[in-house]
């Protein structure tokens, strides 16, 4: 699949006999090619790591082999990463922010074997400096774009990862979503995401905007390599309290992946989060008949929680931990870093308009400076109510009634276009949501796609259950290979032949 991408782009290259090198140099170096053939009509990569190949040969030459050996990994940039790399969050204002140190999860993947490879585009700031902006733009990392057709948008925040891994640059990405930045991104560019638990995957040294919704999650190509991956990730860690029940409740994911796993399974289906876009409620309604080949007992749940009140509550909370977790992790930066605060941050881009403000601005961020702590009354009852709403009253009221064990429901719309002008315009649908808010697991996998867009099929289950979560996906992954559609990097959906004779007048 990888020649299809490459062809035209090596073709030309000559044959050249190579000294023989160890299994992670090889893969690194050979990931390093596509970046550097693929990414500067993508833009999903802002950096490599000059280590990297140092990182591999390293691996070859030790005696221990991890279970992700000489598997290289691509970090979403904000996520802090020990080397030369700054973690910029996609803010000119972090550009010197090489902080020197692993986040944790990142220390247990390279402790797994891992090659962390380098940094990828993102969202600037995890899309919550302005309530419209360009999915995928950051001023550090440009306009990321989506290889299934290059003017359209590859949603966001962990815009890099998904375009990286989709393009087949590498087999595995790092993500991480407050509410659809891993999901998002997966569905939106083919591949498969999953949003653990909030808990399960330490916060530490990540960029963050919340720390009730915050975590960090793989984007791969496919279910089982998602699960190595999170079974790495997984663990407690002594500065992110969330995460005090992770090694009690940690699995090896891999481990419980069964092609019939779906067999006897009870899922309920979404159908209030579906009805808008015709194109993907035809894939959803196929991916329904291969979980119902494949022996689950589908249970259709009509109607579901108020997600406008949801909404505005979880807004609050956002804004109001924005601040105060910002202002946080921006205290443990490095003296290079000037901006220590979030006004600094909002100062920083007002005097830098040219190169940050250009095409959206910074309304997010001024509503957040104007909140009032984590004390603040407003705060408190609108966490609670959010969190009630989309867990208790929601995924689990859900979950009892149906007496299902799983909920299933189309991810998000296919990719829109990249618009300077209009900001994102994307369609509503799907149930993510309410797992973010709930803090609970959700798994996105590949269910086809409408013109050659890939859309993604959502499994959603309560807190902690990942490794049925992914059990159930491996099981419709296995069934329906076809689902996953292969990029081109076509400039647009309407060079595809079949869209071309519809465009084209009638004969007469």
Known sequence: MRAFLLAGLLATAPAVAAPAVGVAEANTAAAITRIKALNPRLNAVIAIDPAAIAQARALDAGTVRGPLFGLPILVKDNIDMAGALPTTAGSLAL??????????????????????????????????????????????????????????????????????????????????????????????????????????????????????????????????????????????????????????RK??????????????????????????????????EAALVVLKAQGAVLVDIATGPNRREIGANEFTVLLTELKADLNAYLATTPATVKARTLADLIAFNRANAAAELGLFGQDTFEKAQGTKGLDDPAYRKARETSLRLAGKE?????????????????TAAPA????????????????????????????????????????????????????????????????????????????????????????APAKR
């Open 95 to 248: 550009k010197d922010n090489v902080t020197g140190r692993d986040a944790p999860f990142i220390a247990r993947l390279r402790a797994a074997g891992a090659v962390l490879l380098g940094k990828t585009n993102l969202s600037e700031w995890a899309n919550i400096r302005a309530d419209a902006s360009i999915s995928g733009w950051s001023a550090v990392g440009g306009q990321t774009r989506n290889p299934h057709a290059l003017s359209r948008n590859t949603c966001g925040s962990s815009s890099g990862s998904g375009a990286a891994v989709a393009a087949q640059m590498v087999d595995a990405a790092i993500g991480t979503e407050t509410d659809g930045s891993i999901t998002c991104p997966a569905a939106i560019n083919g591949i498969v995401g999953i949003k653990p638990t909030v808990g399960l995957v330490s916060r530490t040294h990540v960029v963050p905007i919340s720390h009730s919704q915050d975590t960090a999650g793989p984007m791969t190509r496919d279910v089982r390599t998602a699960a190595r991956l999170l079974t790495a990730m997984a663990g407690s860690d002594p500065a992110d309290p969330a995460t005090r029940e992770a090694d009690a």
């Open 251 to 284: 699995a090896d994911y891999a481990a419980a992946l069964k092609p019939d796993a779906l067999n006897g399974a009870r899922i309920g289906v979404l159908r209030w989060a579906t009805g808008w876009h015709a194109g993907v409620d035809e894939r959803f």
């Open 416 to 503: 829109w276009f990249i618009d300077p002008v209009n900001a994102d315009q994307a369609p509503g649908g799907g149930a993510g949501g309410l797992a973010a808010v709930a803090g609970y697991p959700h798994l996105t996998v590949p269910m086809g796609g409408v013109r050659g867009l890939p859309v993604g099929l959502s499994f959603i289950g309560p807190a902690w259950s990942e490794a049925r979560l992914l059990a159930l996906g491996y099981a419709f992954e296995q069934a329906a290979p076809a689902m996953k559609l292969i990029p081109g990097l076509a400039q647009t959906v309407e060079e595809r032949a079949d869209v071309q004779a519809l465009f």
């Open 394 to 410: 929601g995924i689990d009221k859900m979950l009892a009634e149906a007496k299902v064990e799983a909920l299933v429901a189309p």
